[in-house]
């Protein structure tokens, strides 16, 4: 699993896909939190990321695919996979490497963004007021919110050999996951449809954990999620395999 992990960190750094990404993170956030009017910090006066851990979930709706789309699928493309699948490497090693060197690749994208807090406590009117348990508790929220999106992308990059149906396949199921089940529950209603669906609805579990409080329930949900898409990965490689 290590090495499979080594070679995804590598093969992505050595890379230009890798930087590009980055950059159009870094630079799509930086906008949203510091630039755009109706979101940005300077004119809403309060010294608070709100916005950032809004609106972040929507680019990484596109951004984390668009890194988890060559994981398998290109591997089968080149007919590498099939080379991986005869050496003595278990099925879940190769998930389970694919994944946690995605999702790592993920965090280190993140990680320039704590620049942001730092700014906002320096920026805060005594310094240092800023709520600074609802900000870790989004970060936890925001990085299990990227696993979840890198397992469903570890698994639709195992459904097929084509990069791109893999992207449009992820963005497609993580959008409804992540919206969908709230549209859905409004349109429900009241009663226990709706509140399953709200309960089930990925915006919902991530926005619970910036509230200052992390909830075992929210974060035993969000892994929940992930080991299913990493399963149902598992099962198509098993597949692949006979």
Known sequence: MFAIFQKEIGSFFNSLIAYIVMAAFLTAVGLIVWVFPDSNILDYGYADLGSFFQLAPYVLLFLIPAITMRSISEEARNGTLELLLTKPLRNIELVLGKFFANWVLVAITLLPTLIYYYSVYKLGNPEGNVDSAAVFGSYIGLLLFCGVLVSMGIWTSSLTDNQIVAFIACVFIAFVWYVGFTALAQLAGVGIASELLNWGAL??????????????????????LMALFLSLAYIRIEKIRK
């Open 203 to 224: 915006d919902q579990q991530y926005l619970a954990l910036g509230k200052g409080l992390v909830d075992s329930r929210n974060i035993i949900y969000l892994l929940s």
